[in-house]
């Protein structure tokens, strides 16, 4: 049976999921989540996910939500993205908390604050204080990758696709490629992988869509 | 052999590694990280862990670091902690990666800017927006709460220890246990446990050792 992602395409955390199915090959479809119109916060969709946010994985009768739990999903299903062994999935683990908990929830923040927010709504201060802890999570990300092809092992594992879930949407959130190279490259190094797709080409919704 | 949890006590994220040993009644001893020192920035630490971040376990030759990881390697050595079945492994994932992205991360945060800085260095409006962020993130928690007695299963899980990980800390931080009643007993079953201990006694390091 097709597995159903709800996600919507400025979602970085709906990203990560939807790459992890996409690069392995899994038989998935995505299903609109109108975030911008409110969806997540509506009862229906909270009596499905108490924490209210995309993406939301079914399979069938299982439901399942948060970005690293569907990566290790699609591990549990494929045995792909996970790491060789259990110490290479633990640095899997590892790189996926410290994206959810330094990167991700921090670069998505910002871009919301910085693109989707009303110019005159934009909290100057946290803008400017949130750009100082990102640029820390951009040194972490290009020290590890120094003289590495992949954040785990010798292939690209969730690991990778967690830390990227943010870095190739166009809009301004302080992060600029050149300034870092071993993620420049290493960005280069994901979008070569077979049927990658850029998030606004993988997922449904993008900017324009609302600027109509 | 003994293992060592590289630690302070004003860590939460310290903690949720730390609790998670002490109630799987595993054998580890502390060892205290001079993180107000600077100890977490040395080149000695970062070439351990490129994050630069306590909690770090050390057991043997093995060295692991986040605390999520850390929490599931106590439930590998233990069978412990992790929920009964595939299912419950999964919520316990799906809290612990909610409380990396939502809870630990933003209460760490706040934690620090309202208690640890100096009072004239504290950013207002970065700590006015946060407090709304960390109300919707207890307001989740609250919700989850609401008729049960543990976040997953009919025990206490990682998923416990994870969220509650900044909750029994003195310090002002915009969280009141009696607004949110489902927490505040909650929080009163988790220290019922045998073997539980308060942040600052499991753990050296607390505000005072820095008041002297």
Same mark, same amino acid.
């Given at each position: 049976m097709t597995m159903k992602l709800h996600c919507f395409g400025e979602s970085g955390n709906s990203y990560k999921a939807a790459l992890a199915l996409q690069l392995a090959g899994l038989d998935w479809v995505p299903v609109f989540v109108d975030f911008f119109g409110g969806a997540t916060r509506s009862p229906d969709y909270r009596s499905k996910n108490v924490m209210g946010e995309a993406p939301m994985l079914e399979d069938g009768d299982l439901v399942l939500t948060q970005s690293g739990v569907i990566q290790m999903y699609v591990t549990e299903k494929t045995g792909k993205l996970g790491g060789r062994d259990s110490q290479e999935a633990r640095e899997v683990m590892r790189w996926l908390f410290w994206d959810n908990h330094k990167m991700s929830s921090q670069a998505g923040m910002q871009r919301f604050l910085m693109n989707f927010l009303p110019e005159d709504k934009r909290p100057k201060e946290v803008i400017g204080f949130t750009a100082g802890r990102l640029k820390a999570a951009f040194t972490t990300l290009n020290a590890a990758l120094d003289g590495r092809d992949w954040l785990v092992g010798d292939g690209i594992t969730n690991a990778d696709i967690a830390c990227c879930? /943010?870095? /190739? /949407? +166009?809009? +301004?959130?302080?992060?600029?490629r050149a300034d870092w190279p071993h993620i420049d490259r290493w960005l280069d190094r994901i979008a070569a992988q077979p049927h990658w797709k850029h998030p606004y080409d993988l997922m449904p919704g993008n900017p324009s869509d609302r600027a109509k």
């Open positions: 879930g /943010y870095l /190739y /949407y +166009p809009e +301004p959130f302080g992060f600029t």
